[in-house]
């Protein structure tokens, strides 16, 4: 085979390898991307499910005589929170 074949083949072989590198990379960074994108989704659900949970379980808490103890609840009323702690001691 003659010199300048042997050279466009190598060079067409290293330019190829090099070409690999670079696009397993990008891939690679693309799912990393994807990756921590779903983690965090996933973090926010379970923050969301954790809140309505704990929610559920205040409001079931709350007892017969109705007062609610959460102060980001719209019904809360703090003077009738004041009177139960009174009462309770």
Not at 20 to 35: C, E, F, N, V
Not at 40 to 61: C, P, T, V
């Amino acid at each position: 085979m003659s010199t300048t074949l042997n050279v466009a083949r190598y060079s067409a072989l290293l330019s190829g390898v090099f070409y690999g590198i670079y696009h397993r990379r990008s891939l690679q960074k693309a799912h990393d991307q994807d990756k921590e994108h779903h983690a965090i989704h996933q973090r926010e659900q379970l923050i969301a499910q954790a809140k309505d949970a704990w929610r559920h379980k205040q409001e079931s808490a709350k007892g017969s005589d109705g007062v609610i103890t959460n102060p980001e609840d719209p019904r809360f009323d703090l003077e009738k929170l004041v009177a139960k702690w009174e009462k309770d001691l």
